[in-house]
Structure formats: structure tokens, C-alpha cells
DNA sequence: TAAGTATATGCAAAGAAAGATATATATTTT
DNA sequence: AAAATATATATCTTTCTTTGCATATACTTA
């Protein structure tokens, strides 16, 4: 393997290696999710979280889609997800109150 | 899953996110290797390759072994060697060059 | 169209990591 | 015991990352 194969994944992990995008993402691997929903689930400002997800979509791991107000973000790498899998050793989708106003998160089941 | 845990799983990327440690970790998957085989194959100053290993040892991916003058390294982290097979997509054990003086190395077969 | 809500961007201060260099220690050889 | 070899550590400077804050944009509703 070359040097610059090296360089490129040591990139990979310095994306990862950040406890609330590693949080983020995490979240994206069960359901895409809204800004404010991100926001709810970190208690992290806003324009942090915005910081956050741009670095996440610049390097490919994240795409965004609008719809209406809300921008919904989702994981589109399938081996970061697996990698993730790997690591995070999540057990399920765990069912924690989220303050988030957003349609998704509100809408009459 | 809580802060705590993304905390730490955040700063082994971070260990993961450095090119050089990288090259070395993927070079333990196949064998275990003394400090002058490393220096020798990272091209770096010795100094250097020994401060990498310290990171990699302190944070329990490694460990060291010493036989006379020489150090041996060995990957000492399942999980990690695991994780390495997923993204570094290195092709089995190219047959390097290495102008590494380490009885190992130089011992006749 | 004005006000409110959701999201993004730019920038600066503080903190952390990288890499270079000098030097220390331990082992072997002469 | 002196010289040579292999490795480790300490320290310093530079560069990168993080985070907070101010502000900009875009959509929606009144």
C-alpha cells in the first residue's frame, strides 16, 4: 500500500474521530433525520451542529435533502455504516425523548 | 448510547487518523516487526516512528517485546486488526524492500 | 411583506496534535 | 570500559482542530 492510500484513510478516521459526529452519524444509521432533530439528540447549538454535518457532507459520508423548512441528512456510505456497526456498539434503536419540532418527529401516527 | 462511549470510541479514530500509524499498524497485521523495520519502511527518523509506537502503545493497539538490542511490535487489539482488514484495502503482503538490520531480517533461511 | 423558524456560513480565540531535534538509556561488541 | 547500535523520552515550534459567536439565507405563515 502506498503512501497516499495512508494519507486518504488516516483523512477517513480524522472525520470520525469526533464524539458528536461520531453521535450524529450513529443516529443516521437507523433513520435520516432533520437539523433540529440533531440538534435535540446533542443539546449542541445549532450553528455547531450545521459546522458538524458540513464537514460530514464535504467528505461524502452524509447527503442532505430539503423539504420544505427542514433539511433531512442520511448516511449514504454503506462502509462507513458497516464500520460503524463494527464499533459502536449500539444495542438497537434505543427510544430516547427527543425535543424536536419537526414535521417527521410530529406527525399523528 | 451515551457521550461517554462516543467519547472514547472517537479518540481511537483519532489514533487510527495519523498516515504513518496507519502504515505501521497495517504492516503488524502480517507480522510482528522491530523499531528499525519500521523506521525502514516508513522512511522516517527513528525518533519519530518511536513516538508513533508510543501512541499506538498507549492506547493498547500494540504491544512490545524486547529481544536483545531489538524491540518486536505486535498488533494486540482484535477488534482493531478487524476493522484495518475492513478499510485498508491492501492487496496481501507486498514484498517490500526493506533495508531493515534486525537479526530477524537478516537471519539465513 | 413582515415576522418567525430552520439552516448555513465566516471568523477568531483557545486548545490539541504533528514533527523536528536533542538527549537519555540499555544492550552488545571490541 | 569504551564505542557502537537500538530504542525511548523530553521539549519546542508550527500547524490543525475545535468551538463559540455573529450573521446570512431561505422558506413559511400571518
Known sequence: ???KAY????????????????Q???????QDCCVCHLQALTKR????VSQQLRVLRDF??????????NVYYRLCN?????LLGMV????GPKAVMIDCTC???NEVG
Open 1 to 3: 500500500m502506498n503512501k
Open 78 to 82: 454503506d462502509m462507513v455504516g458497516e
Open 60 to 69: 461524502g459520508l452524509v447527503s442532505d435533502e430539503k423539504d420544505g423548512q
Open 103 to 105: 414535521p417527521r418527529c
Open 24 to 30: 450524529i452519524l450513529d443516529a443516521l444509521r437507523s
Open 7 to 22: 494519507q486518504s484513510q488516516a483523512e477517513l478516521f480524522q472525520v470520525l474521530s469526533h464524539p458528536v459526529r461520531l
Open 88 to 91: 459502536l456498539t449500539s444495542n
Open 45 to 48: 447549538p445549532q450553528a455547531y
